[in-house]
């Protein structure tokens, strides 16, 4: 028996590193996810969260560091593992020929105690196609069969890689909605997604990782709004008023807003915004006795924060041609 660790989160990473030969992969990441949270794993393709989620999933040994699944090591203690995890493969791993229902009672078989294989069908909206080959499945179809098949042996933690790929918006929002049931029953997710909103709306705390390396974490509302929150704000002011000037408001705002206007009654300030920026321009405007009609503002977006932090940021010891071997060595895997 190998040896469990009182592991009170669902994952430790430390400090973990990931090399294919002389292109390193991984380089010396670290995380937790605390039991009973959604922790989302973002990057750009070949920033590393393959090889990371492999070596959480006991598929492959670390190169260096050290990974602690459910307080044990993942790839020496792998059978022991295995059936209190769930994974979600984008690819499906299914027999082409077998049937949709055919491998949910499988897979309950394995189980000491599966979800009830009826509510699962019902609830991810499986009965049309249950008795269909896994082969004709359209890719929405397949995505939910094997999120249904990650979920039915209970587990306590759960791989989950771009569950809603190929989805149409009602069978998203639905596996978006089994996501935080899951959750709120005590089951842990890590979460690779593509989808920006998707990672926004689910998890509970989020890594981003660029050129194998952490570049920011924490909850969705803390990093958006470390990096601005507020990206714009709108101010209309009613018809037939006299436009104020804009140099004028923006003597009157905080160093480093802007303010522009469309020649109509329409201004929009950027910049620093912040709830102190934003009573300053209300304010100036009512001390005025200007009527404003409109007033809109817009927030950064945890993707508006992606884009800054991997659109274009490099690394100081992975050069363009290390980062794109990287990604083909992962996509050739």
Excluded at 196 to 202: F, G
Excluded at 227 to 247: C, D, F, K, N, Y
Aim: charged share 25%.
């Amino acid at each position: 028996m190998t040896h469990r660790e009182d592991a009170p989160e669902a994952l430790r990473v430390e400090d973990l590193v990931v090399q294919y030969g002389t292109v390193t992969a991984v380089d010396g990441i670290s995380f937790t996810l605390p039991r009973g949270q959604v922790l989302a794993l973002l990057g750009r393709n070949g920033a590393g969260k393959t090889s990371t989620v492999e070596v959480c999933e006991g598929f492959r040994p670390p190169t260096a560091g050290r990974v602690r699944t459910l307080g044990l090591d993942p790839y020496a203690a792998h059978d022991e593992l295995m059936p209190r995890v769930g994974i979600m493969l984008q690819s499906g791993g299914v027999y082409p020929a077998a049937r949709a229902g055919e491998m949910l009672e499988l897979l309950a078989s394995f189980a000491a105690r599966p979800l009830d294989v009826t509510m699962l069908i019902e609830q991810l909206g499986l009965a049309p196609f249950i008795n269909t080959p896994y082969r004709r499945l359209s890719g929405g179809e397949k995505q939910r069969l094997s999120l249904a098949m990650a979920l039915v042996g209970r587990p306590e933690l759960v791989f989950l890689d771009e569950p809603t790929a190929g989805m149409d918006a009602q069978s998203r929002r639905t596996t978006w909605e089994l996501i935080e049931e899951i959750r709120a029953d005590g089951v842990s997710v890590l979460l690779t997604t593509h989808l920006l909103d998707e990672a926004e709306q689910l998890a509970d705390h989020v890594v981003i990782i660029n050129a194998g390396r952490v570049v920011a974490e924490g909850s969705p509302a803390d990093l958006t709004a470390a990096r601005g929150g507020m990206e714009g704000l709108t101010i209309r002011i009613a018809p037939g008023q006299t436009p104020p000037s804009v140099a004028e408001l923006t003597a009157a705002l905080p160093d480093g807003v802007t303010v522009t206007d469309d020649g109509r009654g329409r201004y929009v300030l950027e910049g620093a915004l912040d709830s102190v920026a934003v009573a300053e321009a209300v304010g100036w405007f009512a001390r005025r006795r200007i009527e404003i009609v409109e007033l809109g503002s817009r927030r950064r977006t945890l993707e508006d924060v992606f884009l800054d932090l991997t659109g274009g940021l490099t690394s100081g010891r992975n050069d363009e041609s290390a980062t794109a071997s990287a990604v083909a060595t992962e996509e050739v895997r």
